[in-house]
């Protein structure tokens, strides 16, 4: 019983594997098989957001996720947003609006801003508040986090104008 | 968390094989936000956990068919249930409600049904799909039966499921043209707290006169009911101030709340009181044939 079995996923778009015992959550996997620090358990109820992780596209609570499940899937984490030479536009927008204190709960809010991002690029303040509610900043840097949020929004509809007339030059050049 | 064996199965025949069991510490997994919590605070111990995840593709499906009922796979997550359209187009009081459950995290994980049979009457679904008369489609080796859900939820924390019995499906009838719905929940410790009481209800009204009528509480009780008392008083009835406020009055009268840390017995019945009006009202006041939302 509970014995170690080797899971395969990918891990920031690279191809990895572990030996995993069933019990074990996702965020004690990916701590103790690839140091990925930024998955943080805190609440470990699923309700405060700092062991945000991606499966298959998704954001979950690894804290609630058996590590074994992700076998074959797609796994995403803060680490694998940016570089340090090279951050995320979600990234670059948390620092110019400090939106944290003492740091512990934005790997979370980035990775949990970036989906909403994705997914609705224009927020309303009330759209930023309702789709992050399940992420906890205990220095309660909310109002930068929230201004953060809509600065990675106009720097990501930035970015795609600048990419759109990219595209269209290359049109009329080809 | 104690250490388990968890087992995998591809097609539904083998996980129903594996849980074919009386040993109760042979569980099905689906999403598992919920059995997470009650393995991490150590409430369960099982031995052996059958994970549902591979059947997904063949038991997540939505659809609504000829006769215009709602087809809900079990495995959809609440989440995807959430942003169908189909769902939505059928009564868009379920992703109304379904946005303000937890958080996105979790409704990307959690299952339709996991969240019934897990048989936590905070849960938001049960109170609605039971005034929508949902049926739940129950199978096991020895086959497959079908239950209403108001006889599925037998108790707190239970429900009709025998072992090695899985929810394959929930069907909800079609909702009669000009039905109007809506669901009130009240949370008493905070925003995103689980309800303290939640009142589902949906009204039909012809020539302004109440020609049906369907109220189920959930939370402040020990398992979602429907307010049978509360519909005859309300049909044939004009939606007046005075009238929903007594609906209001009968439904305290029909419930037995429990009390626990969201609030004592008395209170409770004050706050559904408060609810079933609020939710009648909301309906009333809504001119357009379309639903009152969802308010907390």
Redesign the interface.
Known sequence: MAEYRTIRFRLNGRPVELAVQPHENLVEALRRGFQMYSVRESCGQGLCGCCTVYVNGKAVSGCLYLAALVDGCDVQTAEGLGTLQQLSPVQEAFIECEGFQCGFCTPGMIMMATQLLQENPNPTDEEIKHYMSGNLCRCAAYPEIIAAVHRAAEKLRASKETDAKADQAATVAG | ??????I?PDTLEEALSLLNTDDPLVRP?AG??AL??M??SKLYAP?R?V?L?RLKPSLDKVKVDEAGRLHLGPLATL?ELELSPVVAQFSPVIPKAL?TL?????R??ATLGGHLAHGDPHMDLPPILLALDAQVRVSSEAGHRDIPLSEFLTGYYSTALAPGELITEVVVPPLPQGTRGTYVKFTALS??DWPMAGVAAFVRLEDGQISDARVAVSAATERPVRLHEVESFLRGQRPTDEVLHHAGELAGTQIHPLADIRGSSGYKREIVKVCVRRSLQQIAQTDHNGDGGVTQ
């Not at chain 2, 968390?1 to 968890?6: I, R």
């Open positions: 968390m104690n250490a388990f064996d968890l995998q997994l598992g936000t997470m919590l393995m991490k031995e956990l994970s995840q989440r946005r937890s958080n996105v995290r979790v990307n994980v925003a995103d």
